[in-house]
């Protein structure tokens, strides 16, 4: 069982905005340990797509943002595209592990 | 450009080893810290290890608690290539293994990682 739990689907049409919330616990997001998304296309490498809760890579589209509250983060997708579908991962660091955890990843469809 | 490849990757069969690599380029290699991660079949995505720079306190490493004892992570910065040792392997162990680029927003902060390998396939039989 992840410690960070994730929705396992999100949908949305073209165009629309989607969230993804990442819940934690008080030894992960809620101590306050930055949130990072990776975004894994099919048959793909995973990606990084927003590192310190809200920052985005040079070359990510700014359609995607990330925010982070208590012991909870969210992906936010805008503008939804075709090309968006792919799994979502929120990982933190989680301090009763000593280690690094991930959600159980999203999949978006695009309707 | 960065890129991460990893290598090794196989059929082996259970309580044998396995040694795979991850061939960097395009960056300092010895300046950052690297991770290993991996993700069984169907499954999501799960950190193996890091193994720091020999700036930041001489290469330490550390584990997940599901693989300590059995992997070493090592690295050689001359040839930019870091190594994860895998021995006493496991069924369970099967799975994709990837290599990644680690970073901190500030020193002393945990990871995140910013470039990832393409990944090598493990599998263990039993």
């Known amino acids: 069982q992840s410690l960070l739990t994730q929705p396992p689907s999100v949908s949305g049409a073209p165009g629309q905005r989607v969230t993804i919330a990442c819940t934690g616990s008080s030894s992960n997001i809620g101590a306050g340990y930055d949130v990072h998304w990776y975004q894994v296309l099919p048959g793909t490498a995973p990606k990084l797509l927003i590192y310190g809760s809200s920052n985005r890579p040079s070359g990510v589209p700014d359609r995607f943002s990330g925010s982070k509250s208590g012991t909870s983060a969210s992906l936010a997708i805008t503008g939804l595209q075709a090309e968006d579908e792919a799994d979502y991962y929120c990982q933190s660091y989680d301090s009763s592990l000593s280690g690094y955890v991930f959600g159980i990843g999203t999949k978006v469809t695009v309707l | 450009e960065v890129q991460l490849v990893e290598s090794g990757g196989g059929l082996v069969q259970s309580g044998r080893s396995l040694r795979l690599s991850c061939t960097a380029s395009?960056?300092?290699?010895?300046?950052?810290?690297m991770s290993w991660f991996r993700q069984a079949p169907g499954k999501g995505l799960e950190w193996v290890g890091f193994?720091?720079?020999?700036?930041?306190?001489?290469?330490?490493?550390k584990y997940a608690a599901s693989v300590g004892g059995r992997f070493t992570i090592s690295r050689d910065d001359s040839k930019s290539i870091a190594y994860l040792q895998m021995n006493s392997l496991k069924t369970e162990d099967t799975g994709v293994y990837y290599c990644?680029?680690?970073?901190?927003?500030?020193?002393?902060?945990?990871?995140?990682?910013?470039?990832w390998g393409q990944g090598t396939l493990v599998t263990v039989s039993s």
């Open positions: 990644t680029r680690s970073s901190s927003l500030y020193t002393n902060s945990p990871f995140y990682f910013d470039y």
């Open positions: 395009g960056f300092s290699f010895g300046d950052y810290a």
């Open positions: 193994i720091r720079t020999r700036a930041y306190g001489g290469t330490t490493t």
